[in-house]
């Protein structure tokens, strides 16, 4: 049994059951970033690449089930999109991807105070470089999930 911000396995399988979902383990808690030799903790976003936050980790435990209730694969940060813009070379990487039946999935989430507009033209733009990818975003606003960058 391990704890993951107050929920534990008993508690997961327990809900599974209760709402038919496909058992599936619990995301790992966000690991503190390494403090850097001037005194931070990194990136100014303090996001650390290939752990997920908060928000990122919530997405996992309560709307992505509901989304997709029975996946093969859910990996977070799995790989970068690249892509030409203007000459310049631009990288997308979604939070969540998830294969289903062959089908892949990607997950952007974002919390109530960030909408960078920078992180939404990089996703529109892989949205249409990558047809073959399902993309969805998603915000954690007032309490619930909303849809956005439709």
Same mark, same amino acid.
């Not at 997920?52 to 928000?55: F, L, Q, Y």
């Given at each position: 049994m391990t704890p993951w911000n107050g929920f534990d396995e008993d508690w997961l399988k327990e809900y599974q059951a209760k709402h038919g979902l496909k058992p599936r383990a619990l995301p790992q808690p966000a690991a503190p970033a390494p403090k850097s030799p001037r005194g931070g903790r990194g990136k100014a976003t303090g996001h650390s690449a290939g752990v997920?936050?908060? =928000?990122e980790n919530k997405f996992a435990m309560e709307q992505l089930p509901l989304i997709q209730p029975s996946l093969d694969e859910?990996?977070?940060e799995p790989f970068t999109l690249r892509f030409e813009l203007d000459g310049v070379t631009?990288?997308?990487t979604p939070d969540?991807? =998830?294969w289903l039946n062959g089908q892949i999935s990607c997950y952007e989430t974002k919390g109530s105070q960030r909408d960078s507009r920078d992180s939404q033209l990089l996703y529109r733009l892989a949205k249409v470089n990558f047809p073959m990818f399902h993309f969805e975003a998603w915000r954690y606003k007032d309490r619930r999930w909303v849809q956005i960058w439709t």
């Open positions: 997920p936050n908060k =928000t859910l990996k977070f631009k990288r997308y969540w991807v =998830t």
